[in-house]
């Protein structure tokens, strides 16, 4: 059974930096690409970030780039998100997913909580 | 404001048949292919349709998919009141090297 848990979430101060890490299971994880989608609380969901499976290739959507550094370790099975320079925006859930290059997203985690505070 | 436009809400009675569109552009779906995610309340997305018509394994066959130009659809036939839920699409945006998603649409069945 596919399964990805995310950890790392909590309260974070504006300007204040935060690390999420994501543990996959149950499928080659150095086969597919990785993502990162966050769900601000009542809104939609927003992609933020993906990395290539073998050549770490990442893409990030506008409002993170600079600010937000998506990477994997494919011997540990994990995937990370950097996020520094934190503001209110990006209080969300953020979910770690497994995708394809097509960009499918196959399996969806439970979501870690990022809240952005003073 | 999304990149893919959904309906915000729709409602339909059990045992009906209920279209949510998905409407984008030249740079995504009419040139990428979509998916459908369905959210049900409390939990995390779910992958309900690939490919623009494809569904995973466990997927049962009232949830079917398509698409036409810069326009997709998921259809839900038989309704039933355990498929309350937000739906989303999503496809790669080539112009933008994104994916994206539609704003979601919540189904209500009465």
């Known amino acids: 059974e596919v399964q990805v848990m995310e950890s790392g979430g909590g309260l974070v101060k504006p300007g204040g930096s935060l690390r999420l890490s994501c543990v996959a299971s149950?499928?080659?994880?150095?086969?597919?690409?990785m993502t990162w989608v966050r769900q601000a609380p009542g809104k939609g969901l927003e992609w933020i970030a993906s990395i290539t499976s073998t050549t770490g290739q990442t893409y990030y959507t506008d409002s993170v780039k600079g600010r937000f550094t998506i990477s994997r370790d494919n011997a540990q099975n994990s995937l990370f998100l950097q996020m520094d320079s934190l503001s209110a925006e990006d209080t969300a859930l953020y979910y770690c997913?497994?995708?394809?290059?097509?960009?499918?997203?196959?399996?969806w985690g439970q979501g870690t909580l990022v809240t952005v505070s003073s | 404001q999304s990149v893919l436009t959904q309906p915000p809400s729709l409602s339909a009675a059990p045992g009906q048949k209920v279209t949510v569109s998905c409407s984008g552009s030249n740079s995504n779906i009419g040139s990428n292919y979509v998916s459908w995610y369905q959210q049900l309340p409390g939990t995390a997305p779910k992958l309900l349709i690939y490919?623009?018509?494809k569904r995973p394994s466990g997927i049962p066959d009232r949830f079917s998919g398509s698409k036409s130009g810069t326009s997709a659809t998921l259809d839900i036939t038989g309704l039933q009141t355990g498929d309350e839920a937000d739906y989303y699409c999503?496809?790669?945006?080539?112009?933008?090297?994104?994916?994206?998603f539609g704003g979601g649409t919540k189904l209500t069945v009465l």
């Open positions: 149950g499928f080659t994880f150095n086969s597919y690409p």
């Open positions: 490919d623009n018509y």
């Open positions: 997913a497994r995708s394809q290059t097509t960009g499918e997203i196959l399996n």
């Open positions: 999503g496809t790669w945006d080539t112009s933008l090297g994104v994916v994206v």
